[in-house]
């Protein structure tokens, strides 16, 4: 599909600016998507006309479940890459926008919001992730599922229109729970193997049930909806093989793009933006 294609070329020029960031003047307009993630806080700059200028991320448990719990772990990894983003930029960073799981309650999203002016951030906006995730993709029918660590979320979309949006806790977090437990080692060693190319293979049949009840989730949510295509984003949705289990289990035409973990920290940038097509 052409619109995923496009998608997944503005992501790969996000991969490129992290290790080789985009000149930018001195002063120059930009706008920064936080992102705080279950396993990883990435942070995507891009300039007024929404291309990609730079990026970073660091791998951090400060999130659980969707919810902010190390306020300031997050605060200060969130200086941290600023700090490390305008080092090589050379110039400041002023406006970003951040984003969270859908159902979120109000005191959390604000917390969310606090850790991002308290880096030296303007908050521009804060949007939730499955919604953000359907405009960078360019969808105008269908659901957009995002798969993170700790969660997750579902927005239904109809004519270029989200009407229903869900989250519930299953993701990325425990599949590497899984993993931990069959193999007795630690968390940290089981997020390494989870992540590892050359063991997902072997790994898969003892994801699997953990991917089908994902798939229990998507399809309680959408069944009272007429949606004929689902697409995959998040961290957890880059794992090999997700894609046909839950098409499988749902019994619907399932895609992803090519970097599903790069989905969301790039659109928080484009809102941040202003700019919410690819």
Excluded: W
């Amino acid at each position: 599909m052409e619109f995923l294609q496009d998608a997944n070329q503005l992501i790969k020029r996000f991969e490129a600016s992290i290790t080789n960031p985009v000149p930018v003047k001195k002063g120059a307009n930009l706008f920064t998507g936080v992102d705080l993630g279950t396993a990883y806080i990435v942070l995507a700059v891009v300039d007024q006309m929404g291309e990609p200028v730079a990026g970073a991320m660091r791998y951090a448990e400060v999130v659980k479940d969707g919810l902010l719990v190390d306020y300031v772990g997050a605060l200060e990894i969130v200086r941290e890459l600023k700090k490390e983003i305008e080092g090589k930029l050379g110039t400041e960073l002023v406006n970003a926008g951040t984003a969270y799981p859908p159902g979120t309650a109000e005191a959390d999203r604000r917390s969310i919001g606090y850790v991002v002016e308290g880096a030296g951030f303007n908050l521009t906006t804060v949007v939730d992730e499955a919604t953000v995730a359907a405009q960078v993709l360019g969808i105008k029918n269908g659901a957009v599922v995002d798969i993170g660590g700790g969660t997750t979320g579902i927005a239904v979309i109809r004519d270029g229109k989200v009407i229903y949006v869900a989250d519930e806790p299953t993701g990325g977090t425990h599949f590497t729970l899984v993993i931990a437990g069959a193999h007795n080692i630690s968390y940290a060693e089981a997020e390494q193997v989870k992540t590892d190319p050359g063991k997902q293979q072997a790994l898969f049949p003892l994801l699997k049930p953990v991917m089908e009840k994902v798939a229990t989730i998507i399809s309680r949510h959408i069944e009272p909806f007429q949606v004929d295509s689902l697409y995959l984003s998040g961290g957890a949705s880059c794992f090999p093989g997700i894609e046909k289990v839950v098409e499988a289990r749902v019994g619907i035409p399932t895609r992803k793009p090519d970097n599903p973990f790069l989905v969301t920290p790039m659109v928080i940038a484009l809102s941040a933006q202003g700019n919410r097509e690819v």
